[in-house]
């Protein structure tokens, strides 16, 4: 890998970046109980990216000979000339200082150790945990996935970057469906985490299930319409760290507010002049951590060889800092913090998050709601989306609740949240003391990646928002 | 080595140990640029070789999918998981392959044009950039990549198969002012015209969308372009999937085959045969030879798409459409209808015409209730002109709802493939009744 460099750099690339990765896992599907399939992925290669004359090019290769690394360089210069030649502007790489590490995400219990027979056993109790837990309405599916996934990389840059690591994952997802007379209600629950075995107990998913099913049959059978008027809403955390991962981390992607993602991902209703700019009330602070031992989103250097930190994206309220990789930092004369991340050896760095999540507050649950005389509490949520700009964005409650005087009372089905992203940090009043985080796959970049997230956030409460119920 | 030698070597390495085994080899080789602001953000170029094994044994169900064309790895993986799976009980989605109908397939369907332009694709972008210029745009952003791809299938059951495509994707999207369109294309061959098209269209389009027009959330008669019916077909498409039904991802489980779903005019096709929908294959994962079939006709559900094991379990036969585990699409064609797309408008007469969305959640897939995010030209349209843009609205609806009021259909139709749509669609405009639409209220 050191030749590639060493010759990528003799051919006049004013940066190279050579990255070897594998990845590996195993995934168990079942269904109602029993196993539909078991399936083992992975594959290792190298990918390479060049900048030269001004024009990044990248190339990758799964075949490890060494001609074959030559051919992937010889390709790598010339998309990179091809580059060049179709920019006016010419871009670069900030000025980094650079680490050499080598690190691993901790395993308690080592993930090759969890044994098909127990993840068998242990996704047989969830279900019937669920099952068990119905009074009326009948479980139809109840569909159950675990993966396991170790992720080892080798990066070397021209500019002196040498890290090694090795990222062990496991992650879980559960869709279940309850029914009666006519009736639906779908769950979609994941699961997930940096390290070993251990996960799995730590994330005691048969009492998620048994709780999750009793709770949603009775908003399914006795829920009510939601109110249609503007009220005081306090939302759980799961909608909580969704938010900060669409409406925090997303526009605060520098290659969004510069554009670079336009005809995929979008653009942000940041734009550069607004970085200081007051975008809500001094409970939102909003930051993103790589270095959370056990997060999904964990890693220590990003694919570029930068230290990785917390950054502030919001910081009471005020437009903080937005993610960067040494592109973008080139391009604003500022320095990368480390958020560049590739979801394999084929993949280009793109600037990422990582576990993004609202700074908790010292309330407790209790404190949060009890002066509310008459307000609505979601707990969580099925559907969601927001707009290119991340500006314009809509939750769909799935575990709701009326709020009367100061406590949780009847079950409410469907409540339709439509929040700006100005008047969600706006109209924020309230936060507990109770910070959880939960996975997922954050999608960009074309080819698409899809990469391991951590999301979340304590509960809060929102003033004067408007609530409506779904339409057909 | 050809895709299907190392299939071949392959499947010897792994079918003693399994009762029976399929081999898929596809080597890749791909020219994608990025373009940011009318220029290259980045250009990338791929050589890759990725294999796909399905085995059986005893009724249960393995499928590695290893980023190698190394032998000696995927028999080691084999064997790895062999020790795994004796321990499983039998897969109710198991089915023995099935005995090939034709024995060998080859076919060879690559365009020159595609080739050439992989080594330096620029002149294709600059002649859609010109034509973005040309109608007045300020600014664009998409993606081009031209790709040549091999795909070889065994299986021990007899078959051996390999055949040789070549793709272009391409889409751009063009700022004007405020105002933006995006547009796309998907083919099977270099296609300059469609290409210069795509360039005028996301220029027009945003030209078209520059002024702010305001409205009031409520119920308003559609018209979707083929960017947008091309995303919610694929989600139809991928909810035909007979898994998805068992899965609890598809409202499609409440029907029979024969029940009407949609409204007379509206036609679904997975057409695996198409010359010149870049999805298309001439056999399919388990070596059944594809056919073109109507997914819908007339908004009857005539079948859901099939594997072997999937077809077993309902006393059927495969459409093929394996997916080892999970049936797919492999192209999809709405039907057109016979209004002129530059009627559309006239025939609305008063509604919102939706050129481009992204974001599609469901928020129940049993019942098929979703809401999707426009984000380039929600135009407003007062007796039968254009009058502004809403900028960017949500439509609430359910799958059913939206496909028995499908009323109108045009003539003209495109063939899209972009982010949001990756099964290569070819839709006409659609002009639906009575649909919500929402925004936050400020």
Same mark, same amino acid.
């Given at each position: ?59 990758s ?28 502007r ?22 090759d ?14 279900e ?32 002196g ?28 629950r ?44 306090v ?6 760290g ?49 270095t959370?031992?056990?997060s ?29 990789n ?14 560049a ?16 999540y ?28 927001i ?55 954050c ?21 004067n ?8 | ?26 080597e890749?080789?791909?020219t ?24 059986g ?50 076919g ?18 600059e ?15 998409g ?6 791809y091999r ?73 979707l ?19 998805? +039904? ?9 029907y ?17 045969r ?15 030879e ?18 072997t ?6 006393? %059927?036969k ?5 997916g ?52 380039? %030209? ?14 960017r609205?949500?439509?609430? +609806? ?17 063939n ?15 002009l639906?009744? %009575? ?8």
């Amino acid at each position: 890998m050191l030749g590639l460099i060493d010759e990528g750099s003799r051919r006049g690339a004013a940066y190279v970046e050579v990255r070897y990765q594998a990845d590996s896992g195993k995934a168990i599907m079942m269904r109602n109980g029993r196993v539909l399939s078991l399936s083992s992925f992975g594959g290792e290669g190298v990918g390479i990216r060049i900048l030269l004359d001004g024009g990044i090019g990248f190339s990758s290769t799964n075949s490890l000979n060494k001609s074959s690394l030559r051919e992937a360089l010889e390709r790598a210069l010339s998309a990179a000339r091809v580059a060049g030649r179709l920019k006016r502007r010419k871009t670069g790489m900030s000025d980094e200082r650079v680490g050499k590490a080598s690190y691993e995400a901790l395993q308690k219990r080592r993930i090759d150790d969890l044994s098909v027979d127990l993840l068998v056993e242990r996704a047989r109790d969830a279900e019937k945990n669920a099952r068990d837990a119905l009074k009326e309405a009948r479980l139809s599916v109840f569909a159950f996935s675990l993966s396991s996934h170790v992720q080892e990389k080798l990066l070397l840059t021209s500019d002196g970057a040498k890290i090694q690591s090795r990222i062990p994952r496991l992650y879980a997802s559960i869709n279940f469906v309850l029914e009666d007379s006519g009736r639906t209600l779908q769950r979609w629950r994941e699961f997930g985490g940096s390290g070993g075995a251990e996960l799995l107990d730590e994330w005691k998913i048969e009492e998620e299930m048994r709780e999750e099913a009793s709770n949603l049959e009775v908003v399914m059978l006795r829920g009510i319409s939601p109110p249609n008027e503007k009220l005081d809403l306090v939302l759980g955390q799961e909608i909580v760290g969704l938010a900060m991962h669409e409406s925090s981390g997303h526009p605060m992607e520098a290659d969004r507010i510069l554009g670079r993602e336009a005809a995929q991902a979008g653009e942000s209703f940041v734009k550069p002049e607004r970085i200081g700019e007051k975008i809500g009330s001094a409970l939102a602070t909003v930051i993103d951590d790589p270095t959370i031992p056990g997060s999904m989103g964990f890693y220590l250097y990003d694919d570029e060889g930068i230290p990785a930190r917390a950054k502030h994206l919001y910081r009471e309220g005020v437009i903080w800092e937005p993610l960067m990789n040494r592109e973008m930092a080139f391009m604003v004369g500022r320095k990368s913090n480390g958020s560049a991340r590739a979801m394999n050896y084929a993949s280009e760095p793109l600037v990422r998050m990582s576990n993004t999540y609202l700074e908790p507050g010292t309330m407790s649950f209790e404190e949060l709601i009890e002066d509310i005389y008459f307000g609505l509490y979601v707990k969580s949520y099925m559907e969601w989306n927001i707009d290119d700009i991340r500006w314009n964005q809509r939750y769909v409650g799935l575990e709701s609740y009326i709020i009367r005087n100061g406590e949780i009372n009847e079950p409410v089905r469907n409540p339709v949240i439509e929040i700006t992203t100005g008047d969600f940090y706006g109209k924020l009043v309230g936060k507990d003391k109770n910070l959880k985080f939960f996975p997922g796959t954050c999608g960009k970049g074309e080819p698409h990646q899809g990469i391991p997230v951590w999301f979340g956030g304590p509960n809060v409460r929102l003033r004067n928002v408007s609530v409506r119920a779904l339409g057909d | 080595m050809s895709a299907l030698e190392i299939a071949s070597k392959l499947l010897e390495a792994v079918r003693t140990s399994w009762q029976d085994a399929a081999s898929m080899v596809i080597e890749r080789e791909r020219t994608l640029v990025k373009i940011w602001n009318g220029e290259a953000a980045v250009v990338q170029k791929w050589k890759t070789v990725d294999s796909y094994l399905r085995l059986g044994l005893d009724g249960r169900l393995v499928v590695l999918e290893l980023s190698t064309s190394d032998p000696g790895k995927i028999a080691d993986e084999a064997g790895s998981i062999w020790r795994i799976a004796r321990r499983l009980e039998p897969s109710e989605i198991y089915s023995p392959l099935p005995q090939p109908t034709v024995q060998r397939m080859v076919g060879k369907a690559g365009d020159q044009g595609v080739k050439e332009f992989m080594e330096d694709p620029s002149p294709l972008v600059e002649e859609a950039l010109d034509e973005v210029a040309r109608e007045g745009g300020e600014r664009a952003s998409g993606t081009l990549s031209l790709e040549l791809y091999r795909r070889g299938l065994a299986t021990t059951a007899g078959f051996e198969g390999e055949e040789e495509r070549t793709l272009l994707a391409f889409h751009l999207r063009a700022f004007a002012g405020e105002g933006s369109g995006h547009w796309s294309l998907g083919s099977t061959r270099l296609d300059r015209d469609g290409i210069r098209e795509v360039g005028r269209r996301a220029g027009e389009i945003a030209i078209m969308s520059r002024k702010p027009a305001d409205f009031s959330p409520g119920k308003f008669d559609v018209v979707l372009s083929p960017m947008v019916m091309g995303n919610l077909m694929n989600i139809l498409a991928l909810m035909s999937s007979a898994l998805a +039904t068992m899965m609890g991802y598809s409202f499609l489980s409440k029907y029979k085959v024969g029940d009407a779903v949609g409204s007379q005019s509206f036609s679904l096709y997975d057409r695996p045969r198409d010359q010149e929908l870049p999805g298309g294959a001439l056999f399919d994962d388990e070596g059944v030879e594809t056919v073109d079939k109507a997914i819908f006709e007339g908004g009857k559900l005539l079948t859901l798409l099939h594997n072997t094991a999937t077809a077993s379990r309902n006393g %059927g036969k495969s459409t093929g459409n394996a997916g080892w585990v999970m049936p797919r699409a492999w192209n999809l064609d709405v039907l057109p209808g016979d209004v002129k797309e530059e009627e559309m408008a006239e025939i609305l007469r008063n509604g919102i015409i939706i050129m481009n969305n992204w974001y599609t959640r469901l928020q129940n897939y049993v019942e098929g209730q979703f809401s999707t995010v426009s984000r380039d %030209g929600a135009l407003l349209v007062k007796d039968g002109e254009i009058v502004g843009n809403l900028g960017r609205v949500r439509l609430s +609806t359910s799958l059913p709802r939206m496909l028995s009021s499908i009323e109108q259909l045009s003539r003209e139709r495109s063939n899209i493939l972009w982010w949001e749509v990756e099964i290569p669609t070819r839709s006409p405009f659609a002009l639906i009744r %009575g649909v919500n639409l929402t925004r936050p209220e400020v």
